[in-house]
Every structure is written in C-alpha cells, then in structure tokens.
C-alpha cells in the first residue's frame, strides 16, 4: 500500500474538507475560484514534495531516531537499500527483535541460551553495502556458530562511544545477557562525539512516541519537512550539527572528519574535545562491563588515508594506552594496513570510499578472527608484561 509521507498532503485534505463545507454558506464566485486554485496549488506541492523525498532524501525507512541512543534500526526490518559511492550497490538488510542487523529476521530472547558475544560499532561493522554474510560480523557469526557462540551485531552507522555506551546499557537495563563485548571505534567516532554532545536520553510518553514515530514518517517522505528541520530546528537545538555554521557545513563537516590525528586545526576545532568525550564514554563502557561481568574487547583501524601515510596513529596510541591501563584485549588493524603496499591496500576499499569492499571486509574478518583465536582468554598482552 503506498502512503503519501508528505503532511503537505494531509493539509491539503484538510483545506478540502473545509472548502467541501464552506462552500454551502458561500456561494460566490470568488470564493470558489480562490479555493479550488489554492487546494490545487497544495496538490502540486505534495507532487513536488513527495518527488523530492524520493530523489533526496535516500532515507532508509528501516533507519529510524530513538530517545534512548540517539538513532538506531526498526525492528523486524527486511528491506532492500543502497550503498552510494562511485555507484550504487543493492543489498538486503534484516534485523531482529532487538532492531539488531541479522542474518534474517529472528526472534532474540533477553536471556542467552548458550555463549553470546556483542559487536558494536559505526558503518563499518553496521556493514554498509553488503549484506550480512560479505561483513566482518555476518562472517565472524558463522565461525563463532562453529563454537556453540552467539553473535549479536548492535552497529549502527554514525555511532560513536557515547551512543555504544547509552545503547549498551539501555539494553542491558532491559536485561540482555551477553558475555563478551567487542567494542570497534573508528577515526570518525571524535567527530561525531562532539555532534552528539546536545543529546540527552529521556523517557518518553506514549503520546511522544507517537510523535517520534510520526517524525520519523515525515522525515523520510518529506523533503519541505525533512530540510526544514534541519536548517530550522536540528541546528538550533545542536550547535554541533554537522550541518552547521561551526563545520561550515555538511561538506566541510565530511573534511574535518579525518584530520584530527594529523592537523592542528582540526585538533584544536572538535578533536581535543572529542577525544576527551570519547574517553569519558568508554570508560562507562568499561565499568558497566566490570559491573555485570562481561568481557570487554576494544578494536581500532585506520581509513586507507592514513594508512598509507602512517598519520593516524593518535587514534592507535589513545587507545592503546587506554587498553594497557585496564588490561583490556586491543585488536589493532593498523599493523594489517599499514604494512601493505597500495595497490593491494586500495583493493580492500570502496573506490572513492572510506568503507571497506567485500574483499576488505573477508580480510578484516580473517584478521579479527585470527586474533581471537590466538588469545582465547582476551588479555592484553603488552599490559600483562607491563
């Protein structure tokens, strides 16, 4: 059934309604003329904007904001979506009962029947334009599945430590039993701590709700109402907005991303306050983890950038000091990329992408993998010695 997401629409059948009516008590010719051309301009708009939802927006209807982490993914989802770079790739994405990114759409109790292991991260565990078995934790899965291990995929693009932490202990909260966490931060993850500082989870009524999902509804059919909450409302609730003055907007937010390892500016524009909101939001990541006695695992890697250019290694030695403190098992895959030459290391990436490809993603996994299986137990060998 298509439904009009546009409440250009639904105004228009409003003013129709009250034209349908009003028509009895005024019977000249003015009036008719006035309103018949006023509804038919709403018509044409609704056309417009309903067009330009399509065109512009790209919104997955499976994407949607929530009260406790900021955003995540519908529930149940089976929907098939795009991955824009040089082209546009078509892959099929389900989730499960906890809004999870799954093999298929499945029913996931609370309570673990056997080993559960947790993966959280931004777009590159999410797995952004592959389907579940070309990514690093579709692939994972099927080789914990080997061991009698459950692998739950919480990623979700554009997250970042404060919303693994908020996610985390929400369903935790619920009483989601897991017994090990593999927590991936990407170069990204400073950045978009700073646009997240504004949110503040709060629990919603019903009526609220029905708001958020109403909001969520027009944001993906509207381009009028999507771009006026952006411009409007988004940047004047958050000054961080990465559509805002204090980026300079959406395409220089895209160039500060990457810089703060190796340019001053940038590390004096987000990333010394970053970097500060990430280790704040880690660290409860750490303790919620202490407290409910569940593993916890920290990853990291470089975009092809800085690999080639060896520049990214603030990100490496955060956290790695960060792990050798608490003797938490560091994966790093800076080493991997760092070493290859660049015609094999441009071959694991989307062209004209920070993302992986299929062929980057297999050999992320082998490596993750690897590294679990060398280190069963998931100590940081380096804090041991230390």
Sequence with gaps: MFVVGTPVFYLSLLFLGLFLILKKFFKGTAFKVVGINFIVILFLVTLFDSVAALLLNRADPFR?????????????????????????????????????????????????TEKRVMFIGDSFIEGVGYPWHQTVPGIISDRF???????????????????????LK??????????????????????????????????????????????????????????TKVDYFAQQKN????????????????????????DPEAYKLYGEKGIASAKKYIELVRQLCEEKGIKLHIGVWPWADHARDKNGRMQYDIWKEYTDKYN?????????????????????????????????????????????????????????RN
Excluded: C
């Excluded at 955003?71 to 892959?91: I, N, P, R």
């Design 239 to 262: 000054p961080y907005s990465e559509f805002g003055p204090f980026w300079g907007g959406l395409t220089k937010f895209y160039y500060w991303k990457p810089r703060w390892p190796y």
């Design 328 to 384: 938490i098992d560091f994966i790093s895959l800076f080493d991997l990329f760092e070493n290859m030459p660049p015609e094999e290391l441009n071959s694991l990436f989307i062209r004209e992408d920070i993302h992986w490809n299929e062929k980057g993603n297999q050999v992320a996994a082998d490596y993750i993998w690897q590294h679990i299986v060398n280190n069963p137990e998931g100590k940081n060998e380096t804090a041991e």
């Design 64 to 112: 949607v904001s929530d009260n406790f982490y900021h955003h995540g993914l519908k529930a149940m989802a089976a929907e098939k979506t795009s991955w824009k770079s040089d082209g546009v790739s078509f892959y099929q994405v389900y989730t499960n009962s906890l809004s999870f990114v799954d093999e298929i759409n499945r029913e996931v109790p609370l309570k673990k």
């Design 145 to 167: 599945k080997e061991q009698g291990v459950e692998l739950l995929n919480a990623a979700v693009i554009s997250y970042s430590p404060k919303l693994y932490y908020l996610k």
């Design 170 to 227: 929400y369903f935790i909260d619920k009483g989601l039993e897991i017994d090990e966490l593999y927590l991936f931060i990407d170069m990204s993850d400073i950045s978009d701590e700073v646009v997240y500082e504004y949110f503040v989870p709060k629990e919603f009524s019903q009526s609220e709700l029905k708001w958020q999902a109403l909001d969520n509804f027009f944001i993906k059919g509207s381009y009028i109402y999507r771009s």
